[in-house]
């Protein structure tokens, strides 16, 4: 039986997501047995003072849109009076509005894939504050975005700004599992020996999802800041505190949803090394390292961290494949998948919930490191 389609479908990349919208165009060729190409010709030309505008090289009437944008893409640059400029999460942001600007309200649908939600962080309002990450989400509902699509929403609460459009938050658990038994072949997910780890309240519903899935234990550490003092925008971190059992020969995933200059990342993975540890793995969604490799080159040599595995959903420099201690989680058939799924109007809630690939996964490699160790996920897992 023929699916049948929302609209024509139509895949803008914003500037920094043209590698990443042509490998998720690949796979809707492919699957869709065509030659022909699913990406629209956009771009947002600047004026020498650094102003834009957004511009649609063709019609895009009766579109299922789908765009694609990356607000985190340092790695992106415009002239503006003859001086080289890197674009910010701010311009970034702009040139999205200006390319929804441009459809007219002509399109069918519109769904932005924002992989990283502009101002994510700024969720809640505890003093005299703005809410940036939900006005940016009101402001695009305005423009007749009708879809938001994220991975790892620092918290998906936010989508209460936005109460009548499509908020799917996506985790690439499945993927990072995946990427783990690929490049650390002799892992094995017994609960004696493989162990979650939080490295902060915050990252604690994603470790308990990791450890309900995989039957793990999980354990955390909280954060103890001097809030007498601010610096950079926050209250510093005086010390880690852990809660959890004995990590003594352990190998251990520390999950968060991002690696921002990395200085918390390597002092949990410190502690946890003083603790016993055999082997520290980290899983963090969004690699930003606003600090660059240096601390993670030391951390490696120190033997403090063994594998660092991020997706592709934001830039990062392509220098750091080199180094030994990273791993690139290629994201871009799940997104395709999700495309594929919402431009056919079905359900999403295979894609949601992936634990049955996740226990196939783990049994096949259990199999075939010939053990017979089988583990009791359990009722809740099952439940997600």
Not at 216 to 228: A, P
């Amino acid at each position: 039986m023929k699916k049948t389609l929302f609209g024509e479908l139509g895949v803008i990349g914003m500037r920094g997501c043209e590698n990443f919208a042509a490998q998720v165009d690949n796979y809707l060729k492919e699957w869709r047995e065509t030659d022909q190409s699913f990406l629209l010709n956009a771009e947002c030309p600047r004026f020498g003072t650094g102003e834009a505008k957004g511009m649609l090289n063709q019609s895009v009437r009766g579109m299922d849109l789908f765009i694609i944008c990356d607000c985190f893409n340092y790695g992106v640059t415009y002239t503006m009076r003859g001086q080289e400029v890197p674009m910010s999460p701010d311009e970034h942001y702009a040139d999205l509005k200006r390319i929804v600007g441009a459809v007219e309200g002509k399109a069918r649908r519109i769904s932005v894939i924002m992989p990283m939600l502009y101002e994510g962080r700024q969720h809640k309002r505890s003093r005299r504050e703005s809410l940036d990450c939900a006005m940016m989400l009101r402001e695009l509902e305005t423009f007749g975005v009708s879809n938001f699509i994220t991975f790892d929403a620092h918290d998906d609460r936010v989508s209460n700004a936005i109460p009548l459009c499509g908020f799917d938050n996506y985790r690439p658990t499945y993927q990072m599992i995946k990427a783990l038994v690929k490049q650390v072949p002799d892992i094995t997910f017994d609960k004696d020996q493989l162990i979650i780890i939080s490295p902060d309240e915050g990252a604690m519903g994603r470790c308990m999802y990791f450890s309900s899935v995989l039957g793990l234990d999980v354990g955390m550490f909280y954060k103890r800041r001097d809030y007498s003092k601010i610096v950079g925008g926050r209250n510093p971190i005086v010390a880690h505190e852990y809660l959890g059992c004995d990590l003594t020969g352990k190998d251990v995933i520390i999950v968060d949803d991002m690696i921002s200059s990395g200085e918390s990342m390597i002092d949990v993975a410190q502690q946890i090394k003083q603790r016993g540890a055999k082997r520290i793995f980290a899983f963090a969604t969004f690699g930003l390292f606003t600090d660059g490799p240096d601390r993670f080159d030391q951390a490696y040599k120190a033997g403090m961290l063994d594998k660092v595995f991020t997706t592709n959903l934001v830039y990062t420099d392509p220098d750091f494949k080199s180094h030994p201690w990273y791993v690139e989680v290629n994201m871009c058939k799940y997104v395709s998948y999700i495309i594929e799924t919402l431009n056919h109007d079905e359900s999403i809630g295979v894609i949601l919930d992936p634990v049955k690939k996740i226990h196939a996964l783990v049994d096949r490699h259990t199999a075939e490191m010939g053990g017979q160790m089988r583990i009791d996920f359990g009722s809740d897992a099952n439940n997600g």
